[in-house]
T-cell receptor, first 114, second 114 residues
């Protein structure tokens, strides 16, 4: 158990809909990262937050947005969903207080868009 | 930006044999190289990492080597066991602009045949 929690575990929805994925980082971790993993694909970095502020953006679509709240949990919002958005979405956290270090991954949310 | 290439994409070995996975990176400023193991249905988990001031690191049956000049690093698993079967990701990381930037390879699916 990495200490990172993600909800829900599975999500099935229809095209055009909007969903929210939630992540709680490890206790004490200030940085949260979101990744997308499509079938047989690697980990595509979407966005990073540090202590409530956006720090870096990767290949995140304009239909997607995220935020990190004062209690450090983070939410990833996916709107106008398309079939191609079906994927595993992982949240990871790190302390953020050291220059480099391990990222701890949550169990992921599997999104299926029908 | 950073580009990480990982080979092979799939690897099958007999139980007890060794497995080697290779990665190359493009940004010479990268200074931290973690390896993650992802078992089916789970999030990636760090198994070993190496920093740029070290050429080799070993932890029981797992070792990682780094050649900064050639910008490549490798994961070596000796005496493979069926529980080593998983997808392995390499990554290259650097601290820049106030945040840790991590780029993952595309993954290697390792199958250990009993």
């Amino acid at each position: 158990d990495s200490g990172v929690t993600q909800t829900p575990k599975h999500l099935i929805t229809a095209t055009g809909q909007r969903v929210t994925l939630r992540c709680s980082p490890r206790s004490g971790d200030l940085s949260v990262y979101w990744y997308q993993q499509s079938l047989d694909q690697g980990l595509q970095f979407l966005i990073q937050y540090y202590n409530g502020e956006e720090r870096a953006k990767g290949n995140i679509l304009e239909r997607f947005s995220a935020q990190q709240f004062p209690d450090l949990h983070s939410e990833l919002n996916l709107s106008s969903l398309e079939l191609g958005d079906s994927a595993l979405y992982f949240c990871a956290s790190s302390s953020g207080t050291v220059a480099i270090g391990e990222q701890f991954f949550g169990p992921g949310t599997r999104l299926t868009v029908l | 930006g950073e580009n990480v290439e990982q080979h092979p994409s799939t690897l099958s070995v007999q139980e007890g044999d060794s497995a080697v996975i290779k990665c190359t990176y493009s940004d010479s400023a990268s200074n931290y190289f973690p390896w993650y193991k992802q078992e089916l249905g789970k999030g990636p988990q760090l198994i070993i990492d190496i920093r740029s001031n070290v050429g080799e690191k070993k932890d029981q049956r797992i070792a990682v080597t780094l050649n900064k000049t050639a910008k490549h690093f490798s994961l070596h698993i000796t005496e493979t066991q069926p529980e080593d079967s998983a997808v392995y990701f390499c990554a290259a990381s650097l601290y820049s602009g106030g945040y840790q930037k991590v780029t993952f390879g595309t993954g290697t699916k390792l199958q250990v045949i009993p």
